[in-house]
């Protein structure tokens, strides 16, 4: 498949990287990543992701999802239980419920470049024991939104938006009470400026069981950030990197 991101020239190459830190930035606000480093490895894409206004509800991907090489099934993700501040929560405590809640919690903070809104989705998705302050969750969207050539304060301008939607998940340093699930998808960004750009990335989201559900965590400083994982969803390169589907 031809890779665009290589196609593009150099200095519009920068401006992807560029926006891609700010979207990286936008989820470590719940997702906790170190800042000064791309922890999500994302590069630009052909494929579309499905897109959503801001502050909707994400769905992780779409159930006409197309099997992939390999022969694999789709992983069916859980339902969660409740919802908290527009946030699906409340997952069994299995591997199911931790890549369920993984894929909620991601397209949920991958999808709005509204600081007010990323608290209310951190507020709900956080373990305590994480220390985060809840300005901290406004961080992210407001430093996308800068590198984005957008206001950072106020309502996220008419025609302005950022949709992630995972769409294959792998399993990491799994226990009965922590996991790291890794998720695999299109995030997609929006500006009255530029238009639409299609990513890839990795994003990585650390859980851990805390009362009664997954809740996500910090990651540590010296965690590998994955790039050697990022293919293109449900490529056969993808597939040999052991990428498994999701369906709702």
Do not use: C
């Not at 998808?185 to 650390?206: C, E």
Request: charged share 15%; aromatic share 4%; glycine share 10%.
């Amino acid at each position: 498949m031809e890779n665009t991101f290589l196609a593009t020239p150099r200095t519009a190459r920068r401006q992807l990287i560029a926006l891609v830190v700010g979207v990286a930035v936008a989820l470590a606000a719940v997702l906790v990543l170190v800042r000064g480093r791309d922890h999500a490895s994302v590069a630009a894409s052909p494929p579309a992701a499905p897109t959503a206004p801001a502050g909707a509800t994400v769905s992780a991907v779409p159930s006409t999802t197309p099997a992939v090489a390999g022969g694999a099934s789709p992983l069916r993700l859980a339902q969660g239980a409740r919802r908290v501040n527009g946030v699906a929560v409340g997952y069994p405590h299995t591997q199911v419920g931790a890549v369920s809640a993984a894929v909620e919690y991601a397209a949920q903070v991958g999808s709005t470049l509204d600081p007010t809104r990323a608290i209310q989705i951190g507020t709900a998705v956080t373990d305590p024991v994480s220390g985060r302050r809840p300005a901290e969750f406004a961080e992210g969207p407001a430093d996308s939104r800068r590198r984005l050539g957008l206001p950072v304060a106020g309502p996220v301008p008419a025609g302005a938006s950022m949709t992630l939607g995972p769409v294959s998940y792998q399993i990491r340093d799994a226990d009965a009470d922590h996991v790291n699930v890794l998720l695999l998808g299109y995030l997609t960004v929006m500006t009255p400026a530029k238009g639409m750009r299609n990513l890839v990335g990795v994003f990585p989201v650390p859980l851990v069981w805390s009362g009664g559900d997954w809740k996500m965590v910090r990651r540590a400083s010296d965690a590998p950030d994955y790039a050697e994982l990022r293919f293109a969803p449900g490529s056969a390169q993808a597939v040999a990197a052991g990428w498994l589907p999701l369906t709702v």
